[in-house]
């Protein structure tokens, strides 16, 4: 599941991932869009904090080269 689908289908809110994440909700954003890449460290934090439902290769785009 992507973050998009995520956060669109779930209760949770960008803004609450953002902090259990410890990134800002603008950064949530971006992400969302794939405007931003993103560790993989913080890819396997996003996985944690989604309960497993938007796992690693989902956020495979964003991972940083």
Avoid at 18 to 40: H, M, P, T, W, Y
């Amino acid at each position: 599941m992507t973050l998009d689908t995520y956060l669109k289908t779930t209760s949770d809110s960008a803004a609450a991932l953002a902090d259990r994440c410890g990134i800002s909700a603008a950064s949530v954003s971006r992400i969302r869009k794939g405007e931003q890449n993103i560790s993989l460290a913080l890819a396997m934090t996003i996985e944690r904090e989604t309960g497993g439902k938007v796992k690693l290769a989902d956020l495979a785009k964003a991972l940083a080269a």
